[in-house]
């Protein structure tokens, strides 16, 4: 027969597990939902005022074409950093992270620090944007990608690039875009994207 003291210990046990199912989610929810109203109202005013909060320093001959677009949508745009001479320049493909939710291709911290160190050194630098939850879920927004490197390919070459020298790279929700791509390389190849 169990004793007093351990049935105690059952019932506390499962009184805590009851109380925090019932918290924990409405707790979490409401924090969750905090978070991501705060993050797309700074989104919103980055958007505002312009994109990012300061402009990128180009190195010395460097040039940026901003907004190239790879897809119909507002958001499938691209912004392509170019060295002051490039001839079958190595392509670094950047993906911005943001929970899937938020990012921008022109941020600052998603930019600056890899224009300065590798377009001095003449690599093409892409940073790119893609459709955002809600409106795309992750794996449009894998195919997003797919469709903006098929684009940065094809145009490689005309850039002084060359489209057998990418490395693709994400930071957050971006390193999971392009490891669902590495993943399943079928559907980027559906897409365009070469080896």
Request: no cysteine.
């Amino acid at each position: 027969m169990p004793s007093f003291v351990s049935l105690g210990r059952f019932f506390l046990l499962a009184l805590s597990i009851v109380l925090l199912a019932a918290w924990r989610p409405l707790y979490a929810g409401t924090f969750r939902d905090r978070i991501i109203e705060y993050r797309l109202e700074q989104q919103a005013r980055d958007i505002e005022d312009g994109g990012h909060a300061e402009p990128v320093s180009l190195p010395s001959g460097g040039r940026l074409v901003s907004d190239l677009a790879y897809g119909r949508d507002n958001q499938q745009r691209m912004d392509v950093y170019l060295p002051q001479q490039a001839n079958g320049a190595p392509v670094i493909f950047m993906v911005h992270g943001g929970a899937w939710r938020w990012g921008d291709k022109g941020a600052t911290a998603v930019v600056q620090n890899k224009v300065a160190r590798w377009v001095s050194k003449g690599f093409i630098f892409i940073s790119v944007n893609y459709r955002l939850l809600p409106k795309a879920r992750p794996l449009e927004q894998a195919q997003d990608i797919a469709s903006a490197l098929a684009t940065a390919q094809s145009r490689a070459t005309s850039w002084g690039g060359d489209p057998r020298k990418f490395i693709v790279m994400g930071h957050s929700a971006g390193a999971h875009l392009t490891a669902l791509l590495t993943a399943s390389p079928d559907m980027a190849f559906k897409r365009g994207v070469k080896p």
